[in-house]
């Protein structure tokens, strides 16, 4: 008989990354992106057709969450230094990336192109994640940080669709669909949600009807060649007012986290590492070091220039948490690999890449410059 190992391999390591994170006070996220490189260049397990959707879904699930979060008023009040901000972190990557591609690299438009899309993004998820961990998804800088990020994933979003998707009727169909989901998400979530008869059951229905969205979000984007992160990051914008109205709601967004953080965004960030093939890395050491540093650099220096003349407080925490790549960048990584626009090899360079900003700079940030003291966290 055969047995699959790799959920007993997928739960040790959910578990095992808990409890590191537990004890040295490193982002589970983190930790989870590690261990998937870890086993899968030790154990050569690569990420199975269920475990691919279910990472795809959660990548969309934690994208909503983010947006969930995002404080509407605050994001208009900081709207100049969030777009700023946001623009900075994606277009001046974009192109740094691209001409280091395309003249440097020798590697052809198309796959320059991928490459400067996959490595402006800032990883929504990683953000998000953080800001949750540390409790900092409240306060001011964090929701200032959320908005920045789905500002520089916005224009990552334009910039991937604008470039790559050939436009048809399903590409039509997806818009569509797409509007009118985020439009009923707005103006009749409130019916779930303040039921009388769904309220505290068992069966969680007011989870399965948010399920429900990003499913049809997943499948029209997927027919119509699109991507589901951006809708699902405006449907959880519109639908955050929905999770403060009422203490059942908030109640939800608790039970949704809940569910997001104990078993599907693992399997994210795991299958992220899993992908990563440091043999095809090490051939192309070079590359690897090159595309690093200069999207790294060109990331730091854009926010930094931004936030130091736009925010008071936290600006090498902001630039840092900015400067992590992960989410949208898989996305786009993937697209380009499965299009023919770039081939194994760069597809693990760019990936690589992704995790390593994704690790590096939330450390960093993490140790040496987190916003608060812990007093001051107990005051927010």
Excluded at 169 to 178: D, G, K
Excluded at 257 to 277: M, Q
Excluded at 302 to 313: A, E, F, H, S
Excluded at 325 to 333: K, M, P, R, W
Aim: hydrophobic share 55%.
């Amino acid at each position: 008989m055969y047995a699959d190992i790799s959920p007993l391999i997928l739960g040790f390591i959910i578990l095992f990354a808990s409890l590191i994170s537990l004890r040295f006070g490193i982002s589970v996220a983190i930790l989870e992106i590690i261990f998937g490189v870890i086993v899968g260049n030790i154990f050569n397990i690569s990420p199975e057709g269920w475990m691919i959707y279910i990472s795809s879904f959660g990548g969309i699930f934690l994208t909503f969450l983010a947006g969930a979060e995002t404080d509407i008023k605050l994001m208009r009040s900081k709207f100049k230094e969030s777009f700023l901000i946001g623009l900075a972190s994606f277009l001046i990557p974009f192109i740094t990336v691209f001409l280091f591609s395309y003249y440097l690299a020798n590697w052809s438009l198309l796959a320059s192109l991928i490459a400067g899309v996959t490595l402006s993004e800032t990883a929504v998820a990683v953000v998000y994640f953080v800001l949750i961990e540390t409790d900092l998804a409240n306060t001011e800088i964090g929701k200032t940080i959320m908005a920045a990020t789905f500002m520089t994933n916005m224009g990552t979003a334009i910039a991937l669709s604008v470039l790559f998707v050939n436009f048809n009727l399903y590409t039509l169909i997806f818009l569509i669909v797409s509007f009118l989901v985020i439009l009923f998400g707005y103006k009749y979530s409130r019916l779930i949600f303040d039921n009388v008869r769904f309220k505290n059951k068992v069966i969680e229905p007011e989870i399965k009807y948010v399920f429900l969205l990003l499913l049809v979000f997943m499948f029209f984007a997927q027919l119509g060649g699109g991507q589901a992160i951006l809708p699902a990051f405006i449907l959880g914008i519109f639908m955050s007012q929905h999770f403060v109205e009422s203490k059942e709601s908030i109640e939800v967004k608790k039970r949704l986290k809940t569910v997001a953080f104990a078993f599907i965004t693992p399997i994210f960030f795991i299958v992220g590492g899993l992908k990563v093939s440091l043999a095809l890395i090490a051939m192309a050491l070079p590359s690897f070091i090159g595309l690093l540093v200069v999207r790294q650099l060109s990331k730091l220096t854009g926010v930094y220039l931004v936030t130091r003349k736009y925010l008071d407080t936290a600006q090498t925490y902001t630039t840092l948490l900015m400067s992590t790549g992960l989410t949208f960048g898989l996305i786009a990584s993937v697209f380009g690999l499965n299009a023919g626009y770039i081939d194994q090899i760069q597809y693990s360079l760019l990936t690589g890449v992704l995790i390593t900003s994704a690790v590096i700079p939330t450390l960093i940030a993490q140790k040496w410059f987190f916003p608060f003291h812990q007093e001051d966290m107990l005051d927010q």
